[in-house]
């Protein structure tokens, strides 16, 4: 039996502010930051990075935002879905993406304490040293982006690959 019923779908949350109109310069030099911290950084782990943080502080515009460019760069949705429950699902994924995954939590979650040695070792063990600081950077610059998202209510669904470039 089909139906022509149409979903009512909950209202999309209004912005709180136009944070990067209100603070040009600011917006400006996150995207620089942005760039910088990514140079040199294995794309596909950047987007997974990213797309981890942007789960754990439940930044719905970064979620979409990460989640297109990684589909757009050949990301697979199966591996983009399962980043959700990665310890469980660590077979789609390689050691290093694994170790930069492990890491990623552990820098955005602080309220568990401090990045523990062992996390940090082994992220150590699969990234050289200036690598190992650019993911840390990238780590670092997405937490900085979810909490503009999640403060000021951007709005997921209205991104396309390559909009901001």
């Not at 209100?22 to 950084?41: D, F, H, N, Q, S």
């Not at 930044?59 to 990665?86: F, N, P, T, Y």
């Not at 990623?104 to 040695?117: H, K, R, S």
């Amino acid at each position: 039996m089909t139906t022509n019923e149409t979903k009512t779908y909950a209202p999309e949350q209004s912005p709180r502010l136009q944070w990067a109109k209100a603070a040009p310069e600011v917006y400006k030099a996150m995207i620089k930051l942005t760039a910088a911290a990514e140079r040199g950084l294995d794309p596909v782990i950047a987007e997974l990075v990213k797309i981890r943080a942007s789960q754990l502080n439940h930044c719905a515009l970064c979620l979409d935002m990460h989640s297109k460019d990684a589909i757009a760069a050949g990301e697979s949705v199966e591996r983009i879905v399962q980043l959700s429950a990665w310890e469980e699902s660590a077979h789609f994924y390689t050691e290093k993406e694994l170790a930069a995954i492990e890491l990623t939590e552990a820098v955005t979650v602080l309220t568990d304490g401090f990045v523990p040695d062992e996390v940090y070792e082994k992220a150590a063990k699969h990234f050289e040293e200036t690598e190992l600081a650019q993911l840390i950077s990238t780590i670092a610059v997405i937490n900085a982006w979810n909490r503009f998202g999640v403060t000021c209510r951007g709005a997921a669904g209205h991104y396309t690959p390559g909009m901001y470039k």
